[in-house]
């Protein structure tokens, strides 16, 4: 006699909501995603950098970050910029994100980031088997203009190599070797030969398509505005037009928007919204091979096909997506500085992107089964590490779900003090 698979209802589209339902459907479950947007919106998922990250292994939460952002703040065309706001919420989530900003917490984290990274990649490396994504493995280089950020830079290198990575520090004749199909005004630079970058609009198809694949739905402009529960466990989500969506599990990636909904149980997550721009040259004067970062100036640069896309910028407390020209002219200089071959003129016709990332105050996510209802887990606040960490926070929630191994230990070494009323890891915090 057949049983009816257990259906499984995600709130969220974008690439952690949709890692989940794909990871999810290949074991045989009911799959359910709510999208609050149109199929057509081109969220946060969609117009990012597009970059696989391993070398990222410094959380945004990092020594030195607020005495950068308060040089930055009276800079109209800085990349990070923290909204002023009476917000009670944006208060405390500055004064954590001040407690975390030490190397204590870099060391306490690199390990766990460079883990749950590299991991990430290969499961990259198996949803690309027919390449319809884009991937592409050639490594990340992180352009320099001072002898002061390559030094930095550099002990990054290190810290990577300890943890097993591969890394190259550059001189700038040696950058012009690896790429000479592009003219860069650097000192030099850090190749990190893991890193790796795709088409985020292809992934994003290719994930929906496997997704219907396998059994599983979504739908689009399902705006989810409460939870119904009953002896700990979540029963049914709400939309915003009443219509009741019941499930036996639940996953909250909801991106910026998660905390919204997280309160209505009681549940409060420490999230900012973090808005970045992006410009994608149709016809770029030269296209690089190599992704990379512009150090100094916090812009990535991203080969997608014969297209090339800018991305760059942190406006935390910015919970809208309405463009900041100033913002977007810090891109374009940033952009002919390191690349003197691109100029003004080659963004004229150019329409920006911009999108909301979910930040949380240590520069890690939440990604866990919640405290208070058994069927619902969490996985949100990837800032801008959604996309190379999508995968890996989607199978380890499928198994959450289905119980399947034992993520939650996997991921207990970062841990935090009850001060923070985060205290417990990553995958398990206390949402207090």
Request: charged share 20%; net charge positive; glycine share 8%.
């Amino acid at each position: 006699m057949s049983t009816k698979p257990q259906k499984i209802v995600i709130i969220g589209g974008g690439i952690i909501g949709l890692c989940i339902a794909y990871y999810a459907a290949k074991k045989g479950y009911e799959i359910l995603v709510l999208e609050r947007s149109k199929p057509d919106h081109q969220g946060c998922s969609f117009g990012n950098a597009g970059l696989i990250v391993p070398s990222h292994i410094v959380p945004l939460a990092a020594p030195g970050a607020i005495a950068k952002g308060l040089r930055w703040l009276i800079n109209p065309e800085s990349p990070f910029y923290i909204k002023p706001s009476l917000s009670w919420n944006l208060i405390r989530w500055m004064m954590r994100f001040w407690m975390h900003s030490n190397e204590s917490h870099v060391r306490t984290c690199a390990d766990l980031l460079a883990q749950l990274n590299l991991e990430s990649r290969q499961l990259y490396n198996d949803l690309s088997a027919d390449n319809e994504i884009g991937l592409k493995k050639r490594g990340l280089l992180m352009l320099c203009k001072t002898q002061q950020s390559l030094d930095e830079e550099s002990a990054t290198a290190d810290l990577a190599n300890k943890l097993g990575m591969q890394t190259e520090v550059c001189s700038s004749s040696r950058l012009k070797e690896l790429d000479p199909s592009v003219e860069m005004d650097v000192c030099g630079g850090v190749w990190f030969k893991q890193d790796c970058h795709l088409h985020p609009h292809r992934l994003m198809e290719a994930l929906r398509k496997r997704i219907l694949e396998n059994g599983g739905s979504i739908r689009y402009g399902a705006d989810v505005r409460k939870f119904e529960y009953a002896n700990a466990a979540i029963s049914r989500a709400i939309l915003a037009d009443g219509e009741a969506i019941e499930g036996d599990h639940f996953a909250l990636a909801g991106g910026s928007w998660s905390n919204q909904l997280s309160r209505t149980i009681g549940l409060n997550l420490p999230l900012q919204a973090g808005k970045g721009y992006s410009l994608t040259l149709s016809e770029p004067p030269q296209l690089p091979t190599f992704s990379s970062i512009l150090v100094e100036a916090k812009v990535a640069v991203t080969p997608m096909g014969p297209s090339l896309r800018f991305s760059g910028t942190m406006e935390v407390g910015a919970a809208d997506t309405r463009i900041n020209p100033r913002r977007i002219q810090g891109i374009i200089k940033s952009a002919s500085s390191y690349l003197p071959q691109f100029h003004h003129e080659d963004f004229r016709n150019v329409t920006p992107w911009a999108g909301l990332r979910p930040c949380s105050p240590d520069g890690l996510p939440y990604v866990g089964r919640s405290p208070r209802f058994r069927n619902l887990a969490i996985a949100t606040g990837h800032a801008m590490m959604g996309l190379s960490l999508g995968p890996i926070t989607g199978k380890l929630v499928a198994d959450l779900i289905t119980g399947d191994g034992h993520p939650d230990v996997r991921l207990s070494p970062c841990r935090f003090k009850p001060a923070f009323l985060i205290n417990v890891s990553i995958c398990s915090r206390s949402l207090k």
